[in-house]
Nanobody, 123 residues
């Protein structure tokens, strides 16, 4: 069974940075599209970024474009989300999810997801 574990969340001031990790076990990340999603209290789940399974193409929501970077370390079987210039509106639980097809911005298209890591941006 696919397992994903997120880490790296925390409390940061506006303008700060965090790097989230999504570590996989029991499967090789290279064979899956990996998406990052977030959900804030009272808001709908939002697709943040995705990295495709073959050529490593990356996709970003307009709200994070230019501030967030998704990457994959094949040797560590881990996908990262580098988040810079964080804003209070980035506060949410972030989680990663895997899909054995192409990237999608819809969380329901992904078959496996982790438990999430909390990101709070506040002064």
């Amino acid at each position: 069974q696919v397992q994903l574990v997120e880490s790296g969340g925390g409390l940061v001031q506006p303008g700060g940075s965090l790097k989230l990790s999504c570590a996989a076990s029991r499967f090789t990340l290279d064979y899956y599209a990996i998406g990052w999603f977030r959900q804030a209290p009272g808001k709908e789940r939002e697709g943040v970024s995705c990295i495709s399974r073959r050529d490593g193409s990356t996709y970003y929501a307009d709200s994070v474009k230019g501030r967030f970077t998704i990457s994959r370390d094949t040797a560590k079987n881990t996908v990262y989300l580098q988040m810079n210039s964080l804003k209070p509106e980035d506060t949410a639980v972030y989680y990663c999810a895997a899909r054995s097809m192409w990237c999608s911005a819809t969380a329901a298209d992904f078959t496996s997801r982790g438990q999430g890591t909390q990101v709070a941006v506040s002064s």
